[in-house]
């Protein structure tokens, strides 16, 4: 059977080994640090670099500590790496949320205040370099008063480090601060003093292929993707992490001629959405795992009376209100079996934001081909990120609805013996006034209380999930060597830890479905062939992914790896589990 | 089209003498008065006995789940204005389970028109309080909530800020069909409330009484005078006729989905040219 494998644009695809950077910079609200970050990423972006930016939060979502970490490298990133390269920090009390997010190891480079004296946490780690200090504070005594920018003066350090040309940054300033352009001016003074300070250390000089790249974040990718594959509704409520979904939807779908309606809750957001579908037109919500909850029964309605619907998880840390910036793959249950009755729908995953787009297209296709809820499952981690992407070159045509016209016959719901699904009435098409029912109705669309007429319109219901099953069996992305004795099964957005792991672990192969729900198990149970040892790998502390593939196939003898989400895994995690070392990257 | 030639084959499954019939013939004459065609009309509902009501009606109608009949109408009505878009329902649906739901749509000011049926309990169920259910009704039958205050909903959607609100009763048909006639004409959210007669879980002369509390407001009263329509509300009787219209040039202003009518459906929607394998 042909499976996705993985494969690199031909200008990577050499045998040459990822060089990057990991870069860290902590502050405090009002510190900016995440410009710094944005500006950095957008700079590398231009010279055609590769990288992604994470943002860490303390407890708050607004104000108080934050952390960006910034990877940049050569070539496609969509991990954000293990050890700390470069920690820029203004105050070491600053560091202490951020446990588990920073390494240094013995070449890290430490760039701190020079006034202050504050001890770093012991869990960072330490560094045989010495620390390179910098007047970013304005002092009034022992009394720290607003002075000039601190991240102007941190982004020219960087810079400096990088080897990256004062004018770069210009532009990307330029560019981010287009409507108040004296911005940049007025900043441009600080910078220019700290990117002539003395003595700054340099850093490994990367190397872009030239070629400018686009900055996209999850989120972003996710409703753009959705666009491109024929989105022209929206309706959406806030949750972190999944608001700028509908953030940029609200800037960008109206303009290409779609509707966009802030609801009141999740269970109005997926009810418009629903009513939007029975009218005919694509149509979709993007929530996180409390909103998904509110949206079940609608669901079910989605499937019941067989409109198409589109719904995108966000997943953040779970249950109730949990954690809701940071990452899990917890709603892996909900996505595949919430709601009351039997009901079919299919669940998808998103490895990265490269990914997201073609998941999107992917999720329309199925909703509008087989008239049912398609759930995408994402997930803080890929949805927050900024990542690096080439350009996007989506030539494929929009998945579009079988209309419904006089020759499809007078029942709406017939069951047909070779076809899964039924031309779909478009409201407005004269003669194909039907009833619509979440009440279980016959194949003409009346109410029954039948309990044969339930059997077989479950039964034709169902029969959908057969041929998706059919459909989507090669939708998987297997990696490594096929013949590696050794094997990992994951999802969503372990993906590019992974796809490194492999790189420097050749005795593993890795499996990842890019469809949960039907799973493509006869790819899978090909794959696993030969295996001498096998993981699967997972944020969710029930390990809900590896029971849900002992409901499928047997799974004797495989390890679950499953811990509770937070922070995505990483490769020392990976390795310390796995009780092989995480090798070393190239630096 | 005249009014029988809108309804389907279906025969209701409501009990003998139930006021949702008057609704459903009130509602098909306006409809035929309006000369709206069954394709360009959407008929959507909740859950309960009236809101069996859309497959009655030769439309576009959906009978989804209980409490959400407003945001799938509101979805529907949005991406596609040019359907005429009816819901209908109950007071437990309407005001009890998807009340959350009514001042936003008021706030949106789609143009939908919303037909509840109020016939102050719940009879799908089989006699529960709704949220309409007399304090002395409930008392005297030993229902749940004989202390909690009904709800007074036509104050509400006033105070939510109501384009256009009237009051009918299910047994005066020409006085519905003129109600529901002006309110789907009406170019915003529309509110018509229906006092209905339950046969089996009210009394039996429940649809009289409330008649006999009922009066026609008079002629001279002013529906653009939100102050008189409160008022007209809350004095435990019910005004029968439009209590409240917002005159046309203020609803201009507000009215999101009848601001850009020249908009046009989606292409996937209006191309001939879909596949049909």
Redesign the interface.
């Given at each position: 059977m042909e499976t996705r494998t993985e494969s690199m644009p031909a200008s990577v695809a050499t045998a040459t080994p990822l060089r990057s950077l990991v870069i860290a910079i902590a502050g405090s609200g009002g510190d900016g640090v995440a410009l710094i970050g944005d500006l950095l990423l957008k700079m590398a972006a231009h010279q055609g670099l590769y990288g992604m930016l994470v943002q860490s939060y303390g407890p708050q979502i607004r104000g108080g500590e934050s952390a960006v970490v910034l990877r940049i490298g050569d070539r496609e990133i969509c991990y954000e790496g293990e050890d700390t390269d470069v920690l820029v920090c203004f105050r070491a009390a600053d560091l202490k949320r951020f446990r588990g997010s920073l390494h240094l190891h013995d070449d890290s480079l430490l760039i701190l205040e020079e006034k202050d004296t504050g001890a770093l946490p012991e869990w960072l780690g330490t560094t045989n370099q010495p620390v390179y200090r910098h007047p970013f504070a304005t002092w009034d005594g022992d009394v720290e008063v607003a002075g000039e920018p601190k991240n102007m003066m941190a982004l020219a350090l960087l810079c400096r480090a990088l080897g990256w040309p004062e004018e770069l940054a210009r532009q990307a300033m330029a560019e981010r601060f287009s409507h108040k352009p004296a911005l940049v001016d007025r900043n441009m003074p600080t910078f220019r003093k700290a990117y002539d300070a003395p003595n700054v250390p340099q850093l490994l000089q990367l190397k872009g292929h030239g070629v400018p790249l686009v900055v996209e974040t999850g989120n972003e990718a996710v409703a753009r993707g959705a666009m491109s594959a024929g989105l022209e509704f929206f309706a959406g409520y806030p949750i972190t992490p999944s608001s700028e979904v509908m953030e940029t939807l609200i800037d960008e779908l109206p303009a290409a001629g779609g509707r966009i309606i802030q609801a009141e809750d999740e269970i109005s957001a997926l009810g418009m959405v629903v009513g939007a579908s029975f009218g005919g037109v694509p149509s979709m919500t993007a929530t996180s795992g409390p909103g998904l909850s509110l949206m079940t029964e609608m669901m079910g309605l989605s499937s019941m009376a067989e409109i198409p619907t589109v719904i995108v998880d966000c997943q953040r840390a779970g249950p109730a209100t949990g954690m809701p910036s940071r990452t899990e793959q917890s709603d892996l249950y909900h996505a595949i079996y919430g709601g009351h009755g039997d009901f079919p729908r299919a669940v998808l995953g998103v490895f990265d934001v490269v990914h997201a787009r073609d998941v999107m297209f992917r999720a329309f296709e199925l909703a509008e081909n087989y008239q049912l809820p398609v759930l995408v499952l994402s997930d803080a981690y890929v949805a927050q990120r900024r990542q690096i992407r080439d350009g996007v070159t989506d030539r494929r045509d929009k998945p579009r609805r079988w209309r419904w016209t006089p020759e499809d016959g007078p029942a709406r719901f017939a069951i047909t013996g070779d076809q899964p699904v039924n031309a779909f009435r478009v409201p407005g098409t004269p003669g194909g006034t039907y009833l619509a029912a979440g009440i279980e109705h016959t194949e003409d669309g009346n109410p029954s209380a039948d309990p044969g007429v339930h059997q077989r319109m479950s039964e034709k219901r169902f029969k959908k999930l057969e041929a998706i099953a059919a459909d989507t069996r090669t939708w998987v992305r297997t990696m490594g060597d096929p013949a590696a004795a050794k094997g990992i099964i994951a999802w969503g957005s372990s993906y590019g830890m992974l796809r490194e792991w492999i790189e420097s672990h050749p005795e593993y192969r890795v499996f990842m479905p890019e469809i949960l729900h039907p799973f493509p198990i006869e790819a899978f149970t090909e794959w696993r062939k030969g295996l001498l040892e096998t993981t699967t790998v997972e944020l969710s502390y029930q390990g809900q992914f590896h029971r849900y593939l002992s409901s499928l196939t047997d799974m004797n003898g495989v390890r679950s790896f499953a811990r509770s989400g937070g922070l995505p895994m990483s490769m020392r995690e990976l390795g310390e589990m796995l009780g092989v070392p995480a090798t070393r990257k190239e630096r | 089209m005249k009014p029988k030639d809108l309804r389907?084959e279906?025969l209701p499954v409501w009990c003998t003498g139930c006021g949702d019939f008057g609704v459903l013939k009130g509602l098909t004459q306006a409809l035929s008065d309006l000369e709206i065609?069954?394709?360009?009309l959407?008929v959507?509902s909740g859950?309960g006995c009236s809101s069996?009501l859309?497959?009655y009606v030769?439309?576009?109608?959906?009978?989804?789940?209980h409490g959400?009949a407003?945001?799938?109408?509101?979805?529907?009505?949005?991406?596609?204005p040019?359907?005429t878009t009816v819901v209908v329902g109950g007071d437990g649906d309407g005001f009890s389970i998807g009340l959350?739901?009514l001042p936003?749509a008021i706030r949106?000011d789609i143009n939908l028109t919303y037909i509840v049926m109020d016939n102050g309990i719940y009879g799908l169920t089989k006699g529960q309080a709704s949220p309409t259910t007399e304090l002395e009704s409930k008392r005297t039958r030993g229902l749940a909530g004989g202390d909690e205050q009904p709800l007074n909903p036509v104050l509400l959607v006033l105070s939510a800020g109501c384009g256009f609100v009237a009051r009918t009763h299910a047994g005066n048909m020409p006085h519905m069909r003129e109600m529901m006639k002006q309110a789907i004409e009406y170019p915003g959210f529309s509110f018509v409330h229906v006092l209905a007669g339950c046969v089996t879980y009210q009394p039996r002369n429940y649809s009289d009484q409330l008649l006999q509390r009922s009066y026609e407001l008079p002629a001279e009263y002013d529906k653009s005078d939100l102050g008189a329509a409160i008022t007209a509300v809350r004095d435990g009787r019910f005004a029968l006729g439009v209590i409240y219209k917002r005159p046309l040039e203020e609803v201009a202003a507000t009215a999101g989905a009848t601001a850009d009518e020249d908009w046009t459906?989606?292409d996937?929607?209006l191309k001939q040219d879909?596949?049909?394998?």
């Open positions: - | 389907t279906l065609a069954p394709e360009k959407a959507i859950i069996r859309p497959g030769k439309a576009y109608s959906f009978n989804t789940i959400r407003l945001p799938i109408a509101s979805g529907l009505k949005t991406a596609r040019e359907l959350g739901h936003h949106r459906p989606p996937a929607v879909l596949p049909t394998e």
